[in-house]
């Protein structure tokens, strides 16, 4: 398929393990961003990529949480030393360029449901 | 208060109906806006762009009102398949930070 794709797509982890999530952007997308979605609530954002540069790690709650896009196409996602609190679904997203104005759409990954025990 | 605030819902209307979402942005520099649609345990999807002048697309008609930062989205004749979380979301300028910052999103169910 050509859409974003995302592994694994489940992940349970014990309290204090480390985990890595792995997105697949589309081919040729410049752009990536990470957002993680607790249960019931809108995405939040994590962190963005323009190429292999990381533009913009606001949105990382914590220095437990690392990402990387070496090559600049595929990207991972650590948390380390999980707690309860990171069980959440993350996201990924990339386009084409920025997502400045109404061409350059955000297509999502199915996401990774990640639950902390 | 959060930077973009939703009636949370749930909607529960008739096939058939009309239904009205709402939306708040705090704020007022932001450039771009968008209603997405996340059906559950899937990705969300993008349903529209919104602009100043309003726009329409087939049942789904969605405004901006700058001056208010307020969104809103409009189904008409709503269908089974509307059934979904809806969620606005706003671009905020912000030099190259291209993030959406979505709200927490609105539930919809459309009833036989």
């Known amino acids: 398929g050509a859409g974003v794709s995302q592994s694994p797509r489940y992940k349970v982890a014990k309290r204090g393990q480390d985990v890595a999530l792995r997105c697949d952007p589309i081919s040729g997308h410049v752009s990536l961003f990470w957002y993680q979605q607790a249960l019931g609530q809108g995405p939040e954002f994590l962190t963005y990529?323009?190429?292999?540069?990381?533009?913009?790690k606001s949105g990382l709650p914590s220095d437990r949480f690392f990402a990387e896009r070496p090559e600049g196409s595929v990207s991972t996602l650590k948390i380390q030393r999980t707690q309860q609190e990171d069980s959440a679904v993350y996201l990924c997203?990339?386009?084409?360029?920025?997502?400045?104005?109404?061409?350059?759409?955000?297509?999502f990954g199915p996401g990774t449901r990640l639950t902390v025990l | 208060r959060k930077e973009v605030e939703q009636d949370p819902g749930p909607f529960n209307v008739p096939e058939g109906a009309t239904v009205a979402f709402n939306c708040t942005y705090s704020n007022s520099a932001s450039q771009s806006f968008f209603w997405y649609r996340q059906d559950c345990r899937k990705e969300p999807k993008l349903l529209m762009s919104?602009?100043?002048s309003g726009n329409e697309d087939g049942r789904f008609t969605a405004q901006l009102n700058r001056a208010s930062q307020y969104i809103s989205l409009l189904i008409r004749d709503s269908k089974l398949s509307d059934s979904a979380t809806y969620l606005c979301v706003v671009i905020p300028f912000s030099g190259s930070a291209r993030q959406l910052t979505f709200g927490s999103g609105t539930q919809l169910t459309v009833l036989p």
């Open positions: 990529f323009q190429n292999e540069a990381q533009l913009d």
């Open positions: 997203a990339s386009s084409l360029i920025g997502a400045g104005g109404p061409t350059n759409e955000q297509f």
């Open positions: 919104v602009y100043s």
